[in-house]
């Protein structure tokens, strides 16, 4: 059995069976890969943080084709973004562009490195977390070797369905929020 260990980012935990998740992982040095977390559901779960989204760490798998999750020393669990509904759609938008435009098994570093930039800001930063998120796009979406001329979010959000047939819902989401306050 093969053993493959490296820096990642929970983008997605799906529930499967009784106690396990599928998760996705974006990989530093891999790519978007999927992985069998087993019994992470159960309360006594060493692993329970690690089949989170938002998750970044690094991460013991084994498996040649299939990975299974073995194990997992968290980097950072970017925790004060669920503190606030507009960081938490907006790191859940970074977390959804680079799952849905990006291939099983596609190795991009520079675009691992703009996501890990994102969630960073969104956390950390001082700034807007809608102006964070805007800029943030911009990197995104060059780092997936697109160019887009948008002004607003909602042109984020357009160019993806309209280009790509992409929905990004959390973009949607946080661009619905922003209309109701007005």
């Known amino acids: ?3 493959t260990e490296g820096e990642a980012i929970c983008l997605r935990a799906v529930d499967f069976g009784e106690n396990d998740r599928i998760l996705t992982l974006y990989m530093a040095q891999k790519g978007k890969v999927a992985v069998k977390a087993r019994g992470c559901k159960s309360a006594k779960s060493k692993l329970k943080y690690a089949a989170t989204p938002l998750c970044f760490g690094k991460y013991y798998l084994t498996g040649r084709d299939r990975f299974t999750l073995v194990g997992c020393d968290c980097i950072d ?3 004060s973004i669920t503190s606030d509904p507009i960081k938490y759609y907006g790191a859940s938008a970074v977390l959804e562009v680079v799952d849905k435009m990006t291939l099983e098994d596609e190795y991009n ?8 930039e994102a969630l960073n800001e ?3 930063s001082t700034q807007q977390p809608k102006i ?3 800029n943030n796009l911009k ?4 780092a997936l070797g697109y160019e887009v001329n948008a002004i607003t979010l909602r042109d984020y959000y357009n160019y993806f369905v ?3 047939s992409v929905k990004i819902n959390s973009l949607n989401q946080l661009i619905k929020m922003g209309e109701f306050k007005n």
């Open 77 to 79: 669990s970017f925790f």
């Open 162 to 164: 309209h280009t790509h």
């Open 132 to 134: 964070c998120l805007f």
């Open 139 to 142: 990197k995104l979406t060059l």
């Open 109 to 116: 570093h520079n675009l691992f490195v703009k996501m890990l």
């Open 1 to 3: 059995m093969e053993y």
């Open 122 to 124: 969104l956390c950390y």
